[in-house]
């Protein structure tokens, strides 16, 4: 069982940065996989960025790709998200997901956190 919580999210200015945080509960989180999904209001969650378990491999969405990077500290249970050269179209509410050992670009994880506000002004 994870417990996932989310922070970070904020207003920023288009071009500017934020780091998303993803602390999790429990003793076993290096197993999981992890990712960032994102939402508008109208459009449906999709996925922006993956993190393996014990081996960090990485995955993007080629809208975040070169932008967005995703890293983990498996020490301290979290997992984060560096956003750089935020665009106005990257204004969403993130979401914390993570699921058994294999990173997946749908939505197929078992625990997600609340979500954390991203606003990009222009």
């Known amino acids: 069982q994870v417990q996932l919580i989310e922070s970070g999210g904020g207003l920023v200015q288009a071009g500017g940065s934020l780091r998303l945080s993803c602390a999790a509960s429990?003793?076993?989180?290096?197993?999981?996989?992890m990712a960032w999904f994102r939402q508008t209001p109208g459009k449906e969650r999709e996925f922006a960025a993956g993190?393996?378990?014990?081996?960090?491999?990485?995955y993007y969405a080629d809208s975040v790709k070169g932008r967005f990077t995703i890293s983990r500290d498996n020490a301290k249970n979290t997992v984060y998200l560096q956003m750089n050269s935020l665009k106005p179209e990257d204004t969403a509410v993130y979401y914390c997901?993570?699921?058994?050992?294999?990173?997946?670009?749908?939505?197929?994880?078992?625990?997600w956190g609340q979500g954390t506000q991203v606003t990009v002004s222009s």
């Open positions: 997901a993570a699921r058994w050992a294999v990173v997946t670009l749908s939505d197929e994880y078992n625990y």
């Open positions: 429990g003793r076993t989180f290096s197993r999981y996989a």
């Open positions: 993190i393996s378990g014990s081996s960090g491999s990485t």
